[in-house]
Every structure is written in structure tokens, then in C-alpha cells.
């Protein structure tokens, strides 16, 4: 069994096509599968779509959260009622394009655990977004405590065991990306072209979504931005006394209209009243993660559901 999981949020013009495409790649696989559709909050008729296409194939099954809950906690609720014995993410929006699953499912049977989709090119994107992605990626490569693959996002296979393994994480703010080379095993890359999307418009591309996804990665696999405001906490303690040897000397040895006035105390203090307030932020970014880690509440609520069972659902 194969299970695709696709979350959907406001893509009653996919949804249909999705559904032909898949069911056209798998039935020349040969495999026994079924796709899980995710409704994340849509305002269209996303849920109704679901609920037709259940109705005239039942090896399409979905799920509808009572409000949006994110693309994360979507992906988490479908990886919680996948049956399969390798599960596959995808966008629903066709980015990532289905006929490369059996590629991957060749790859699962050659030994690997995990086999994830490396982003040869992006079509149908602006300069902009694939600079910061290229950017993004490069970054978080270099700062994170684990080996995350350069230009891959969600698309990928995986083995039921590494399935198993990551729905025992029930952390809150939730990265993926980092969570599955975190969990080991087996890994290997299959390249791939991602099209432009097949219709309507991107969910996730303005700079205001992108930082807060950003932040999250960095913050859930990385301790480099609290070591920063340490490092710069002993920089300014090496730096505040030789800065005052340093207008001892000026004072002594120029005329003394020299560093007079309140311009120069007004800089330092501005100053380091500006590192103090970011190591602050700094702080409250990961404080807040422990805030919503120990109210304990459940990653998503489901309001509907066509064919998965309750029993599969974790807190």
C-alpha cells in the first residue's frame, strides 16, 4: 500500500485534476494505494470536492479541520491516518508533479527509507522567490544541527518506519524538512522540474509568510541565534572598556572641546539599547516555543472525515 498525502487549502480548481493524475500514475505502478486530501480551512469548495471524489473512489479518503491550522499540522493529520507502507507528500497544487512517485517508489524498493525530491528547476516562479529560497536552503544547511538537503521541501517518500518515527513528534511549531533527516535511516535525492501551478494562486509565497516559516526552521533545529546574542554580550563587555581607555586618551591628549555634548552618550546608549531589545527577542522566540509546548493542546481538530477512522488521530 501506498499512501499519498496531499494537503489542500482553497484548491477546488486542483483538486479534480490531482485525483486523475494520481490515479493515472499508480494503477501503472501496480500498487495498492490511496490518497489522503487534507482540507486545511478552505473557504472554497475544497470539502465538498473531497467528498465527491470519496464518494466515486473510495481510495480517496480526506480530512477537514474545523478552522486553519497550517500546512505543517495538515501534513502531520495526514501522516496520522496514512495505512501505507510508504507514504508520500505532496503539494495539491500540482508544483510537485505526481509522475515522479514512481521513481521514488523505485528508489523505497532498492533499500532506501527516505527519497526526497531535489528542485532541479522552478517554473512559473518570480526572481525573487527562487533567490531567497536558494538562500533560505543554503542557510539552513549551514546553521542547523542536522543535514538538511539543499532545495528539497515536502515532496518526498517514506518508509513506514521513518512514518512511525516522525508521528511520535508531537512538537508544536513543526518543520518537517528538518524533522525527517533529524529521525536518520536511509535517505537518497531523485531530481525532479517543478512546474508552475496547475491553477490558481500560491499560498505561500509573500515575504510576511516566508519569515515566519524561516524563523521556525532556524529556531527548531539551531541554538545559533541564542549563541549570537551571547557572542555579542562578550563583544560588548570587551569593547565597553576599551572604548573608555579610548576617551581617556582623547580626553588627555586633544583639546578639550573634544567628545564634548550628548550626541556620542545618545549613539551608545541607542546602541546598546538596540542589542539588548534583539537578545531579548531572541530569547522570547524560544520562550514562546516552550509556551505553547507545555499548554499541551492538540495539533489540529478534525471537523469532518471521509474514510479514515478516529483511532488513527494522536494528540
Not at 533529524?182 to 537518497?188: E, M, S
Not at 545559533?224 to 591628549?253: D, E, H, K, Q
Request: net charge neutral; proline share 3%; hydrophobic share 45%.
Amino acid at each position: 500500500m501506498i499512501s499519498i498525502i496531499a494537503p489542500v487549502y482553497n484548491e477546488e480548481h486542483v483538486l479534480h485534476e490531482l485525483h486523475r493524475r494520481v490515479a493515472a500514475v499508480m494503477d501503472g505502478v501496480g500498487e495498492a494505494w490511496e490518497l489522503i486530501l487534507v482540507n486545511d480551512g478552505s473557504r472554497d469548495r475544497s470539502a465538498e470536492i473531497i467528498a465527491e471524489l470519496h464518494e466515486a473512489d473510495a481510495r480517496v479518503k480526506g480530512l477537514s479541520f474545523a478552522r486553519n491550522f497550517g500546512f505543517q499540522e495538515a501534513v502531520t493529520a495526514g501522516l496520522d491516518h496514512a495505512s501505507g507502507d510508504a507514504v508520500v507528500l505532496t503539494d495539491a497544487d500540482l508544483q510537485d508533479p505526481p509522475e515522479v512517485i514512481p521513481e521514488m517508489i523505485a528508489k523505497w524498493r532498492e533499500g532506501y527509507h527516505v527519497v526526497y525530491g531535489v528542485r532541479a528547476s522552478r517554473e512559473g516562479e518570480t526572481w525573487f522567490k527562487k533567490v531567497t529560497a536558494a538562500a533560505f536552503y543554503r542557510l539552513i544547511h549551514r546553521i542547523t544541527s542536522v543535514n538538511i538537503p539543499l532545495d528539497t521541501g515536502d515532496f518526498r517518500l517514506m518508509d513506514r518506519q521513518v512514518v512511525d518515527a516522525i508521528c511520535q513528534m508531537r512538537e508544536r511549531n513543526r518543520f518537517l524538512r528538518g524533522m525527517v533527516p533529524w529521525v536518520g535511516f536511509k535517505q537518497i535525492g531523485v531530481e525532479y522540474v517543478r512546474h508552475a501551478r496547475f491553477a490558481g494562486d500560491s499560498k505561500f509565497g509573500s515575504v510576511r509568510q516566508m519569515l515566519p516559516f524561516a524563523l521556525n526552521a532556524v529556531t527548531s533545529f539551531s541554538y545559533l541565534p541564542l549563541r549570537l546574542a551571547t557572542y555579542l554580550g562578550f563583544a560588548m563587555a570587551v569593547i565597553t572598556p576599551l572604548a573608555m581607555l579610548s576617551v581617556v586618551l582623547i580626553r588627555l591628549l586633544t583639546p578639550s572641546q573634544a567628545l564634548l555634548g550628548q550626541a556620542t552618550t545618545l549613539l551608545a546608549v541607542l546602541f546598546l539599547g538596540g542589542v539588548q531589545l534583539i537578545c531579548l527577542g531572541i530569547i522570547g522566540e524560544y520562550l514562546g516555543r516552550i509556551y505553547d509546548e507545555v499548554k499541551g493542546r492538540p495539533l489540529y481538530i478534525v471537523e469532518q472525515r471521509w474514510g479514515v477512522q478516529k483511532s488513527g488521530e494522536r494528540r
